[in-house]
């Protein structure tokens, strides 16, 4: 990738290396038995990792988002629920934040996000509203000069963990034509209850709750942005959180092809090193060309977006490709270690098992298609 990368990117890619494979890799094994990878995230906070692309002013790194595709990239390689407890963090939980509140929310609430005092969470889905992320039926109803919010979320990420999350509702201040509203909530609010942890077929030790809100009361100070552009400004943040989806990916997909291939080179059969065989060899070949091919779109996104361009295609590009791409790059590394592949010692059933999230979270494969499809027709006048 050295297109994008300059000489800071080169040198945290390093870091994050060393440290996934050192302080990552040892545990991932346990945290898919369901461990919230608390120690990992505090050591991940020390590192800076918690606020990469966000303002040093308030304790972020400063870089920029192919600097936060590379730090999750490398941890996807060793603990796809590690790196998902961050990325969601990040590009879920804190970006509504950074790129939306004002400069109060900022000053509050930033300085302990980017630095991993406190995680951020982000509630859009609910039973009813998923794809169809419009029919929110939460409802913040105008009371004094704040919001009193009815509803519930569903798989909210680090929702358990928490010290912010930012949930949508449709507003209801007495005027015609309610909008989805952006609010933030903070953990210990009276009338928020954080549902039980689900238990899930991968992604084991990132944490996954219901949300509900009983008679609970928002300040106005806790509105975020513009309450009329809610739902744009999570239209946004999902974006983002796309290209992000693809550096998971793109993680995982290489840390079961790297697996596969040191396999390949020590397993015989009838007499030679089983990647002697052209069906082994090949397979390895399809796993290296697809997961190239995804990260110049991942890289490509990350790119263009911290150029400031619209990337609505290119996100739901990257994060289409990639996440497909994952799931058929795990699979073929269980064929490459045969029964070996089935047994939780070798880590490639836990990074297929890991995969199957990425074609639905954050929109899933149908919804990227309507996306890119609507974009590249958009323009195209009938004949
Ligand atoms: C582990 C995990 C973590 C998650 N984390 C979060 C989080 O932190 N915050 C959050 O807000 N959400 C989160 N989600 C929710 C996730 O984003 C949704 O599950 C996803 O958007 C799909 O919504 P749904 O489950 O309601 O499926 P549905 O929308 O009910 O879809 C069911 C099926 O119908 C298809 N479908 C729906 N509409 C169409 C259409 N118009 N055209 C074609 N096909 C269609 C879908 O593609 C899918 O195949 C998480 C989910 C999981 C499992």
Not at 229 to 258: C, M, N, P, S, W
Request: charged share 25%; hydrophobic share 35%.
């Amino acid at each position: 990738m050295k297109i994008y990368f300059n000489e800071e990117h080169i040198l945290l890619r390093d870091m994050v290396r060393e440290f996934a494979i050192n302080e990552i890799r040892p545990h991932a094994q346990n945290v898919d038995t369901g461990q919230f990878p608390t120690e990992s995230i505090k050591k991940m906070s020390e590192l800076g990792l918690m606020g990469i692309p966000w303002d040093e002013k308030y304790g972020g790194n400063g870089m920029d988002t192919i600097a936060l595709v590379i730090a999750i990239e490398e941890l996807g390689k060793e603990c796809a629920s590690t790196a998902a407890t961050m990325m969601a963090h990040t590009s879920l939980g804190t970006t509504p934040i950074a790129v939306f509140g004002t400069d109060e929310q900022k000053a509050k609430y930033l300085p302990d996000l980017c630095s991993g005092k406190m995680l951020g969470a982000f509630g859009l889905t609910e039973p009813n509203a998923g794809s169809d992320a419009g029919n929110t039926q939460t409802r913040a109803v105008k009371k004094g000069d704040g919001y009193v919010i009815n509803g519930q979320k569903a798989f909210c990420t680090n929702a358990g963990y928490a010290g912010t999350i930012i949930i949508t509702a449709v507003v209801d201040d007495g005027t015609e034509g309610n909008q989805i509203g952006a609010f933030i909530v903070e953990k210990g609010t009276e009338g928020l209850r954080i549902g039980e942890p689900e238990h899930k077929m991968g992604w084991k030790g990132s944490d996954t709750r219901s949300v509900y809100f009983e008679d609970m009361y928002i300040p106005k100070e806790n509105v975020l942005g513009n309450p009329s552009k809610g739902f744009k400004q999570f239209l946004r943040t999902l974006t983002g959180g796309r290209i992000t989806i693809g550096a998971l990916a793109l993680g995982t997909a290489q840390g079961a092809y790297e697996r596969a291939l040191k396999y390949s080179c020590e397993r015989e059969a009838f007499g030679k090193q089983i990647n002697k065989f052209q069906a082994i060899s090949f397979k390895l070949a399809d796993m290296a060309t697809s997961i190239e091919a995804s990260k110049h779109l991942v890289y490509n996104a990350a790119y263009l977006k911290d150029e400031g361009e619209d990337i609505i295609k290119e996100a739901a590009m990257a994060k289409l490709f990639s996440s497909e791409m994952c799931m058929r790059v795990t699979t073929e590394a269980i064929q490459v270690l045969g029964g070996y592949g089935y047994i939780k010692e070798y880590d490639v059933e836990r990074f297929f098992r890991d995969s199957k999230i990425l074609e639905i979270g954050e929109g899933t494969s149908e919804v990227q298609r309507i996306i890119i499809s609507r974009e590249i027709l958009k323009n195209i006048s009938s004949v």
